[in-house]
């Protein structure tokens, strides 16, 4: 049985920052891609990056590009999303997933392609 699970996420300032993790168990990690997605009230879910099976490429979209960093553990099945100067428009709750990977690669613009989702860990940035 695959479990995807996410933790870390809490209430910080505006400029602060957060670091959430996502574990991994159930599936040969390395053979796979993992993303992180957030979905705010109100709004669509959004892809906010994600990292290749190895770990050496990385997509971020626009809004996040320069204050957040994926990085992953293939030993221990970890994924970590590090966020820096973050803004109240970061508030959401934040979703990590695996989409197989047939190359090394990666995207966030189809989350279909992703198999496995966890429950979420939410994030509040306060002004």
């Known amino acids: 049985q695959v479990q995807v699970a996410e933790s870390g996420g809490d209430l910080v300032q505006a400029g602060g920052s957060l670091t959430l993790s996502c574990t991994v168990s159930?599936?040969?990690?390395?053979?796979?891609?993992m993303g992180w997605y957030r979905k705010a009230p109100g709004k669509e879910r959004e892809g906010v990056g994600c990292?290749?099976?190895?770990?050496?490429?990385?997509y971020y979209t626009r809004s996040v590009e320069g204050r957040f960093t994926i990085s992953r553990d293939n030993a221990k099945h970890t994924v970590t999303l590090q966020m820096d100067s973050l803004k109240p428009e970061d508030t959401a709750m934040y979703f990590c997933?695996?989409?197989?990977?047939?190359?090394?690669?990666?995207?966030?613009?189809?989350?279909?392609?992703?198999?496995?989702w966890g429950q979420g860990t939410q994030v509040t940035v306060s002004s």
């Open positions: 990292i290749s099976k190895s770990g050496d490429n990385t």
């Open positions: 159930g599936l040969t990690f390395d053979d796979y891609y």
């Open positions: 997933a695996a989409a197989p990977a047939y190359g090394d690669y990666c995207g966030i613009s189809e989350s279909s392609e992703y198999d496995y």
